[in-house]
């Protein structure tokens, strides 16, 4: 999940420096305002996309709690079986 948070930073931060390039042309005049919206739109996303990362970190400890419970729920089962199979 760490890895997925990284990426959408990255890609959040290149997007970003895009806009930035794109927005500083030499035949300018007067220097034009056209990257805060951007700025603020990526920097939205990037903390969405970090919200969402959180979220999905939350869901897999969940997931591996649940899973270890299976998996002690099985093991008592089989020693249960194996009990009474020597009876």
Same mark, same amino acid.
């Given at each position: 999940?760490?890895?997925? #948070?990284?990426?959408?930073?990255?890609? &959040?931060?290149?997007?970003?420096? @895009? +806009?930035?390039?794109?927005?500083?042309?030499?035949?300018?005049?007067?220097?034009?305002?056209?990257?805060? @919206? @951007? /700025?603020?739109?990526?920097?939205?996303? /990037?903390? #969405?996309?970090?919200?969402? *990362? $959180? #979220? @999905?970190?939350? /869901? /897999?400890?969940? +997931?591996? &709690? &649940? *899973?270890?419970?299976?998996?002690d729920a099985a093991? #008592?089962?089989? *020693?249960m079986t194996m $009990?009474?199979?020597?009876?």
């Amino acid at each position: 999940m760490l890895n997925l #948070r990284k990426t959408t930073i990255g890609i &959040a931060a290149g997007a970003l420096l @895009a +806009v930035l390039g794109s927005g500083c042309t030499a035949t300018q005049s007067q220097p034009n305002d056209t990257w805060t @919206a @951007a /700025a603020q739109s990526a920097s939205t996303s /990037a903390s #969405r996309a970090e919200d969402a *990362a $959180k #979220r @999905a970190e939350a /869901a /897999a400890a969940r +997931v591996e &709690a &649940a *899973a270890k419970r299976a998996e002690d729920a099985a093991s #008592r089962i089989e *020693a249960m079986t194996m $009990k009474s199979m020597r009876k």
